[in-house]
């Protein structure tokens, strides 16, 4: 299929007019702080404007982080830490300053983490669940505000740099980053972030990497399951030229037989100061990965051994390779008035093979998806109009996928005829925001802001010879609205409203049905209140609910098609803590519980009305304490814990999933340039489900993935 590139080409070439640049000439920011008094602990960077709150992993203050484009300034560098920042903020909305729960990781929690799936990173974070599947390239998914684990609802949108990086059907793919290379991972729960549309359901996580500095770091590690991984990060900046250089390779044999696995990242990045506020950066990115699957377990093969592979999946397994780049360009028309563009391409190619069951054929799967855009945003900041701290923002965003999905009967891995899926199709999506924030009076903040997303495209079974229109092409509008009152220094309570949207993905995304899928309208709140009165004590509580007019989910039927499951209610609440009693000494937890709603099923399935959304955990909960009994040693004990979920949406096969781990990590100091580390993973040998599903073809029945044992690792970092 063709690759157009009009609206593409249109953002690129577009610039704001000069008389909205010249709106507010030579306007220079106070010298005060924005807030005004009395000030709330919410400033624009730690947790920001927002009242969300992160437990922080570690006791270990981070270093200032470098000097970042304007749309990444004051920001915070570590989860749950606030950082006061003087004066007026610049450049773009960034996550910290949505009115919502938002958490923030840091880069020295991220660096020192080992996993197998990039996006295990985030397994610490308050609310945020995940399910590991590890089935070659189908490794691990995250899960927020109830929905499933499973890939078949798309709730969270992620962005690496600002750049979208979900696949198609809506999972986040992080493979090109490796933990070493980031600065910060900002983690927005909730439906009233007007910056962007397509999969923004429940959420987004922002995936901020390193730039700048003149530092080069090396980071080894090794431990069980014949893990090895070196990486490395290099960072030169010499006056106006900044670059940044990463690699990384991962491999491992696998907890379980048959599930070897090689990764390889790399980046290049560079950053160039230009004359009168601007700055132009290339960025390209690449990822290759080749990992076996051993397949599912029946619970009586899960019981007797653990660790074994499924004698018919034997030859499953995959190859993925990841492709990226990105210009990115930004230009301060005054101190108030700002511009940012991003531009970018990427591709996704992954293969797989997968037999499901003894009796059924082992097929190869072939994903080739392309993807081309570009996001613009205007931003201007001032006190000029009477209104403190007031900021208005114009966004606009375009996505044209260009997807080729094939299907192949396979036996080993070798093709036997002609591909039995071959669909050929391109999905477009076209968006815009406005949102404005002030001060209204003494204390009070409001966000408002109108969302608009339109969506395009075109479908064709290339086996057939059918031709399908895409399924909704009505404007979706999804008002945003959200307000923090701070009574006093220190105390915020906070509440908003917002609409998002859901789309069928592939059939289910065009006009193949009698009836096409209409896109599910999501309209959400959320009540919190948000405490920080001493240096050593932060604390948040929030209580949120999320409805969907008819939620799609992904079929996974081997039809590729998607289906609309009805009206569906979420709920829950979120209780987060952190205690500093002694310098040495910090306690940390989180405790979220999460439900999922069939409230109206439709007339085809009463039998689902009142039952609960399957593969949704009861809770998530973490905890942890961190000690730090000398200035080079620190210690960290700290536990992951989730509920069980039921299985099928009509919550008649029991419910799974269940289980706490207990950790332990440990580093010194060694010197100034090399700190060791010690990492124990399930310290007491918990045997466990990383994911569960329910079989109903090919002899029905329930499935287990098997979790890691008891593991250890160590770690050598050294700083040049």
Known sequence: MKTPFPLTAALLLCCPWPALAQATPGVTPPAAPATPPPASSDTASGDG???????????????????????????????????????????????????TSVNVIG??????????????????????????????????????????????????????????????IGVPDMKTVSPLDIERMEVVKGTNDPRFGLYNVAGNVNVVTRRGGNERQLRLLGGS?????????????????????????????????????????????????????????????????????????????????????????????GTQRNLHASVHFDRDFSPDLTWS???????????????????????????????????????????????????????????????RHLRYQTEERRRSGDPVRNQDFDFQALGTYLQA??????????????????????????????????????L?????????????????????????FQTGVGLGAYQTQGEPLSVSLNDGWEAGYKLEPRDWLTARVAVWQQYASNEVRLRFDDSGDSENVGRTRREGFDVELTVRPLTQVTLWGSFSRHVAWQTEPGPAHPARLGKQLDHVPDFSAKTGVDYAPLTALHLSLWLYAQGD???????????????TLLNLDASYEVTQWARVGVQLRNLLGTTYDTSVWYRDFSGPTVLHTPGDGRAGYVTTTMTF
């Open 49 to 99: 404007a927002s009242p969300g709150m992160g437990a922080p992993h570690s006791s270990r203050p981070d270093a200032t982080p470098p000097p970042a484009p304007a749309d990444d300034e004051a920001s915070p560098d570590h989860m749950g830490e606030t950082i006061s920042v003087e004066g007026r903020g610049r450049g773009a909305l960034i996550s910290s300053e949505v009115l």
């Open 107 to 168: 880069r020295e929690q991220l660096a020192e983490e080992n996993v197998n799936e990039p996006l295990e990173v985030l397994r610490r974070t308050p609310a945020v669940y995940m399910d590991g599947f590890n089935q070659g390239i189908v490794s691990s998914d995250i899960g927020v505000r109830g929905f499933s684990t499973q890939g078949d609802v798309a709730p969270v949108k992620l962005l690496i740099d600002g750049i979208p990086s979900n696949i198609h």
């Open 225 to 317: 399951f014949g893990t090895v991984e070196p990486q490395a990060f290099i960072g030169i900046e010499n006056g106006r030229l900044a670059q940044n250089y990463s690699a990384a390779y991962r491999r491992s044999s696998g907890y379980r037989n048959n599930s070897e696995q090689g990764r390889f990242t790399g980046s290049g990045k560079w950053f160039l100061t230009l004359d009168k506020g601007g700055r132009v950066g290339l960025i390209v990115r690449g990822a290759y990965m080749d990992a076996d699957a051993p397949g599912y377990l029946t619970t009586d093969e899960m019981r007797a051994a653990p660790r074994s592979v499924v004698d018919y999946a034997r030859a499953d397994g």
């Open 341 to 403: 563009l991003k531009a970018y391409g990427q591709g996704f190619l992954r293969k797989r093979w997968v037999r499901h069951s003894a009796e059924s054929i082992q097929q190869e799967r072939v994903e080739d998806e392309k993807q081309y855009g570009a996001l613009s945003v205007l931003t201007l900041r001032t006190d000029a109009l009477g209104l403190e701290d007031f900021a208005l923002e114009w966004g606009l965003d375009y996505q044209l996928q260009d997807n």
């Open 437 to 474: 924030r002030a001060w209204l009076v003494d204390r009070v903040r409001v966000v408002a802001a109108l969302r608009a997303d339109r969506l395009f495209g075109g479908f064709r079974d290339r086996r057939s010879g059918d031709e399908y229109g895409i399924s909704d092409e009505d």
């Open 476 to 500: 979706i509008l999804q008002p945003k609205l959200s307000l923090a009152y701070t009574p006093w220094e220190g105390h915020t309570v906070y509440g908003n409203y917002g609409r998002t």
């Open 645 to 659: 979920y039921h299985l099928t949406k009509e919550n008649d096969q029991g419910q799974y999933g269940a289980y």
